[in-house]
């Protein structure tokens, strides 16, 4: 019996090295524009609180400001803040003030930019329900670039069907029906909750998607906010606006771990990036969250 049980331990101690961030081929980020961390313990989301309790956690990663869309998003995907990728508004198309740095292909480089420069071989994805994202992403380098005009449906569905079929290396979901609700409705009504548990819904379809595909022990899943919201807006300072939710889970995660450390959403990008082994920018101000790795290259 005691042999059984060395032979058990050395198993374990084989599947947590076993476990390293670098043996990750997908990534999948889900965003929901407009999810407020206030929002995140009372709201009923039982596929999200599965992947939390799967994974690690934060609800006081800070937005930059304004709190705003656009200038968030970016700051999500491409790594660094305002002043330097240049966007700066809800709605910015193209930077307010010039970018800091312009990759080869004609923007502030992007997660999306290290994956085709380092991993070329790499497919991408990005779907999403307001069109405001295509202006911030170098989308000629993107495999699959699938704008749904506010049907958050044939958002899940459509990179359900991807992640399926294609098994992309990276894949980015946009929702936008949460931030919505909250602009037409307002926060912190039972409108807005029940918003979050319909966007529920769909991550339950993507995190299925994974499944199907057969790569789930190889990939991590995301949930990323752009910005919270207080009565019918956001953009302001407020912490219910500044601070947002975040849940990363899959290989080589850390699971149950509640985030400690400071967060901003920019560190989502370096955090990518580190999962893939990527490079990052110089002109990129993101860190991994190395926090959330259960074994610390
Ligand atoms: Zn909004």
Redesign the pocket.
């Known amino acids: 019996m005691k042999k059984g049980l060395t032979l058990l331990c050395l198993g374990l101690v084989l599947c947590a090295c076993g476990r390293q961030t670098s043996g990750v081929k997908h990534i999948v980020v889900i965003g929901c524009?407009?999810f407020g961390a206030y929002a995140y313990h009372k709201a009923e989301m039982p596929n999200l609180k599965r992947l939390a309790a799967d994974g690690a956690w934060s609800v006081k990663v800070r937005t930059v400001l304004p709190s705003?869309?656009a200038v968030n998003w970016a700051s999500i995907l491409l790594g660094a803040g305002p002043t330097l990728h240049g966007y700066t508004e809800?709605n910015s198309r193209v930077p307010e003030i010039p970018s800091a740095a312009i990759s080869q292909y004609g923007k502030f480089p992007s997660i999306y930019t290290l994956l085709k420069e380092q991993l070329p071989q790499s497919k991408t994805a990005v779907v999403y329900s307001w069109d405001g994202i295509e202006f911030l992403l170098e989308t000629d380098i993107i495999d699959f670039v699938i704008p749904t005009h506010a049907d958050e449906d044939l958002a899940a569905d459509t990179a359900a069907i991807i992640i399926k079929r294609e098994k992309p290396t990276f894949t980015f979901i946009h929702f936008d029906d949460v931030?919505h609700v909250?602009?037409h409705i307002g926060h912190d009504t039972p409108e807005y909750y029940a918003a979050l548990t319909q966007f529920d819904a769909r991550i339950g379809r993507v995190v299925q998607a994974v499944k199907d595909a057969g790569i789930e022990s190889e990939t991590v899943i995301m949930l990323v906010s752009d910005?919270g919201?207080v009565g019918k807006g956001?953009g302001e300072k407020s912490l219910l606006e500044v601070e947002t939710p975040f849940v990363i889970s899959g290989a080589g995660i850390k699971k149950g771990h509640e985030i400690e450390g400071v967060v901003i959403d920019y560190d989502f990008a370096a955090t990518m990036a580190q999962i893939f082994n990527l490079q990052t920018p110089q002109a990129w101000r993101g860190k991994a969250i190395e926090e959330v790795f259960a074994t610390n290259k």
Do not use: A, I, L, R
């Open positions: 524009d407009g705003s869309s809800w931030d909250g602009h910005h919201g956001h």
